[in-house]
Structures are given as structure tokens and as C-alpha cells.
């Protein structure tokens, strides 16, 4: 069994930058796709990044291109978020995943597990 524990999460001022962290327990996690999802109050889960399995490929959210990086060390067992020039419209709850998907991911429903969260919250 897979667990994941977010970490990183805090308040910043838009333009700001944060780097969220995810810690994974268990074994072959270098076989997942990683990725990060995000919630904001009274909205559904949306997609924010991907890697596919072994590095193969990024990919992100339009609203997100160019400002975050996601990226992993299969060493540590861990997956990093890197936000940079951060918006209000960024604040919400992230979230860790990872996906037995090869090539990545972005639907909820292809997510095998999901880490409990850690809060971001950007003011104006």
C-alpha cells in the first residue's frame, strides 16, 4: 500500500513562490506516473501537472504553464511541485497522486492514490 504525505503548503503573496512537497511510502514507486491536482473552496478537483513513469514527459494545465514545474527524485521517494509568480486565483487545496498511467495523467478517475492535501493561499 502506497501513502502519500504533502508538505509545503503556507500563505504567500501573489508573485510569490512556494514548492510543495510529496513523500511516498511503499514500494515501486519509481512504476507511478506522478502527478498534482488542486481544489479551490466550492469547485471540483482539477488537474495541475503530470510526469509520466520514469520521467517520460510533463504536462500541465494551461493555466499553470510556465510558472510551475513538477518534477521527482525516485531516490527519496518524493515528487516536488515548484510554483513560482503566484496568483490569488492559484489558493486552494493541493493535492499529490500518483497513476499506474505509464504516460502521465489528468483525469481524477486515473489516479490510483491520492495524498490528504496541504493548503496554499495566495493574497492580492
Known amino acids: 500500500q502506497v501513502q502519500l504525505v504533502e508538505s509545503g503548503g503556507g500563505l504567500v503573496q501573489a508573485g510569490g513562490s512556494l514548492r510543495l512537497s510529496c513523500a511516498a511510502s511503499g514500494p515501486t514507486f519509481s512504476s507511478y506516473s506522478m502527478g498534482w491536482f488542486r481544489q479551490a473552496p466550492g469547485k471540483d478537483r482539477e488537474f495541475v501537472a503530470s510526469m509520466g513513469w520514469r520521467s517520460a514527459g510533463t504536462y500541465y494545465a494551461d493555466s499553470v504553464k510556465g510558472r510551475f514545474t513538477i518534477s521527482g527524485d525516485n531516490a527519496k521517494n518524493t515528487q516536488y511541485l515548484q510554483m513560482d509568480n503566484l496568483k490569488p486565483e492559484d489558493t486552494g487545496d493541493y493535492y499529490c497522486?500518483?497513476?499506474?498511467?505509464?504516460?502521465?495523467?489528468?483525469?481524477?478517475?486515473?489516479?490510483?492514490?491520492w495524498g490528504k492535501g496541504t493548503l496554499v493561499t495566495v493574497s492580492s
Open positions: 497522486a500518483l497513476s499506474r498511467a505509464r504516460y502521465g495523467f489528468r483525469r481524477t478517475e486515473d489516479v490510483d492514490y
